[in-house]
């Protein structure tokens, strides 16, 4: 080992993050007991958020609270701060990070020094300048994002289902997904299915008075899946009534009213972005290599590239793809490889310090799969295609497996079991964004002054 503590600084709480302290602390486990290393992870969050369940979770197969994985308890032999690095001086090895302790004390940054560093930031939403994007988007990314989703699906039903004004009613019953990917995809499909279903309990709204509309720029959606599938994909969701439009794109959604590049125009109460996403801004903050779309340049052993004492992996590194046939080749920045590259990110780390030889990051791509609602799916995996229920139950025991945590598992499993046995659960808690609106009001607050502030719904 080193005569010296360690200090160890993990920048991020996601995939990468997670796992690679979770490895640490097992690597070093008799080390980090003698006082000879130390692991700080500094998130936004205390929680990692399984993504693959936030469509399960805005539908409400699953709860919310079993698609985070907390931090403390998983990593009970590091420091965990809940805060942001703000940048980073790798020449001296320091990282600014504020928390809410130095916003309350109005006080600048703190330094935190280390002598490894391992940046895992993630990603975050790529928006572009679309017109009343900012004012009346939805991202789909958090736990937070996916369940105000889902109140504000149930909650725009409920506004269709009491009014008699014909356009009020038309804009509410219309949902507009923009991008075609996995979030896109299995955002829509999975709400559209909970919708359906929830339709039943009103007595004027039906399934087809609703309008689901997926925009995708590129002229076919689900490419992880391969071409055919993704045909198939778009076959399946025009059966639903859902309209896929793709080379299209979003104009504008000002004023509530979705224009697309082809002239259509859409009145609607809810557009969903899910049009890919970008490196952290972290990143831009350091003085550390980056390639020409703001990811670190990384090597095969997940270093960064020459830099000494600095790691990186997942979304926010570009780490060349040794098992690809053409030269130049990086690894998709999805979880299957975040997950690998944390636990050779980690084992990477402890040879460093045991001056031992590195490994190498290799793995090759083995499919994809991706649901599309209740017993619907599509695969893709070792070259061989599914479709429909094998694909959706391919898609539930992969995902269930990978998931965090026996903990998890048994949650995650014993909710879907439970879901198979009883009714959906759909009712909208809109009021838990605003949770002090209503007893401000009843204090002699200000009554609520726009729709934003409703302490009752959360569109």
């Known amino acids: ?213 997926l925009v995708e720029a590129s002229d076919r959606i689900l490419p992880e899946v391969g071409a055919e599938m993704g045909r198939y994909t778009v076959t399946q969701l025009r059966r639903r009534n859902i309209q896929v439009l793709l080379e299209t794109r979003l104009e504008s959604c000002a004023d509530r009213v979705a224009v697309l590049s082809d002239g259509q125009r859409f009145p609607t109460r809810t557009v969903v972005w899910t049009a890919g996403v970008k490196p952290s801004p972290l990143l831009a903050a350091t003085d550390l290599p980056l390639t020409a779309r703001g990811r670190l340049k990384c090597t095969a052993q997940l270093t960064v590239d020459g830099t000494e004492h600095a790691w990186a992996a997942g979304d926010a590194a570009a780490v060349p793809d040794v098992t690809a046939a053409e030269p130049g080749t990086e690894t ?14 980690g084992d990477n780390i402890v040879h460093a310090l045991r001056g031992e030889p590195l490994e190498t990051y290799a793995h090759k791509y083995v499919g994809s799969v991706a649901s599309l609602g209740y017993h619907e799916g599509v695969a893709q995996v070792y070259g061989r295609r599914l479709k429909g229920y094998p694909a959706w139950f391919m898609h539930r025991v992969y995902h269930l497996s990978r998931v965090p945590t026996f903990n998890r598992k048994a949650r995650v499993l014993a909710e879907w079991t439970l879901a198979g046995l009883f009714k959906r659960e759909i009712v909208s808690l809109g009021s838990l964004e605003h949770p002090r609106a209503e007893f401000e009001l009843a204090a002699g607050g200000k009554p609520p002054h726009n729709p934003s502030d409703d302490p009752k719904g959360s569109s």
């Open 1 to 213: 080992m080193v005569k010296d503590c360690a200090r160890i600084l993990v920048v991020g709480g996601g995939y990468v993050g997670m796992y690679t302290a979770l490895r640490l602390q097992r690597r070093l486990k008799s080390e980090l007991r003698r006082g000879e290393a130390e692991i700080t992870v500094v998130t936004p969050d205390p929680y990692m958020t399984y993504q693959p369940f936030l469509p399960e979770a805005a539908a409400g197969s699953i709860s919310p609270r079993h698609v985070v994985v907390p931090l403390r308890r998983v990593l009970d032999r590091c420091h965990v701060v809940v805060g942001e690095v703000t940048s980073i001086d790798h020449a001296v090895r320091t990282a600014a990070v504020t928390t809410l302790a130095t916003a309350e004390e109005g006080k600048p940054a703190e330094l935190l020094g280390y002598d490894e560093l391992v940046l895992a930031p993630g990603s975050v939403s790529r928006t572009l300048p679309v017109p009343g994007l900012a004012e009346y988007g939805i991202g789909f990314k958090t736990v937070e994002e996916a369940i105000g989703l889902r109140n504000h699906v149930i909650e725009q039903m409920d506004i269709a289902s009491s009014t008699r004004d014909p356009a009020i009613r038309d804009a509410a019953l219309t949902f507009v997904f923009v991008g075609g990917g996995y979030a896109g995809v299995e955002a829509l499909a999975e709400l559209e299915d909970m919708a359906r279903y929830a339709a039943r309990y009103y007595h004027n709204v039906r399934p087809e008075d609703m309008k689901w509309i």
């Open 332 to 345: 998709a920045p999805n979880a299957q490889h975040a997950v690998r590259q944390a636990r050779t990110l």
